[in-house]
């Protein structure tokens, strides 16, 4: 019985760059199988390195990247299909090219994603530790005497309330920026995946 491999799929920038040098291994007119040889080599520090040789050793056996890629656990299906339809179609190079273009635009999308995302939360974090020291400011003037906490301008209180808006308002700015940008990284995504596109 044939044990079940551990999904350990390449990120979308990793697929961009293996695409892209499948890409340019085909473009230079080196046989596959050698080109998948070195390819293998160039990942022996990686934890990717054993599927990479069983996948080059697969290669060299059959002359077919979808025969290597079919049983490895470092390509999602989408990957594996495409690189089969592209093979049928004379046009694995176009394939490749299209993918490296996918995987890189999907890279760039969780890029921005994550960023719109944390810069925010930074924000977040930096408005409440300023809260934070006014309010024990403020708790640090009402323990002392009366006239102590009495004494306290009415300008500063103005200020914490102007500035908590205005932080307000520029996270609600970021939410939209942020929502917008992967408005416009989606609709780049869905744009053509052929090369002259």
């Not at 990120?11 to 291994?25: D, H, K, M, N, R």
């Not at 810069?119 to 009402?142: K, W």
């Not at 309330?161 to 992967?182: A, H, P, V, W």
Request: proline fraction near 3%; charge should be neutral; glycine fraction near 8%.
């Amino acid at each position: 019985m044939k044990s079940k491999q551990k999904r350990a799929w390449m990120t979308p920038s990793e697929v961009s760059l293996f695409c892209q040098q499948v890409e340019l291994l085909l473009q230079s007119g080196i046989p596959l199988y050698e080109g998948m040889r070195s390819l293998a080599d160039n990942y022996q520090s990686t934890p990717y390195r054993e599927a990479l040789t069983e996948l080059a050793q697969k290669v060299d056996e059959t002359g077919s990247l979808y025969e290597g890629i079919r049983e490895s656990p470092l390509f999602s299906a989408y990957v594996r299909e495409m690189v089969r339809l592209g093979e049928r179609l004379g046009e694995l190079e176009n394939v490749c090219h299209g993918l490296a273009t996918y995987y890189e635009r999907e890279d760039n999308i969780r890029k921005a994603i994550r960023n719109a995302v944390t810069y925010p939360l930074v924000l977040i974090a930096m408005m409440a530790c300023v809260s934070a020291s006014f309010s024990s400011g403020q708790l640090a003037m009402d323990s002392g005497s009366a006239t102590t906490a009495t004494t306290m301008p009415a300008t500063m209180s103005l200020g914490i309330c102007s500035f908590s808006s205005s932080l307000l308002e520029c996270l609600m700015m970021l939410k939209r920026i942020g929502f917008n940008l992967s408005r416009c990284c989606m609709a780049g995504k869905l744009g053509s995946f052929d090369r002259r596109g």
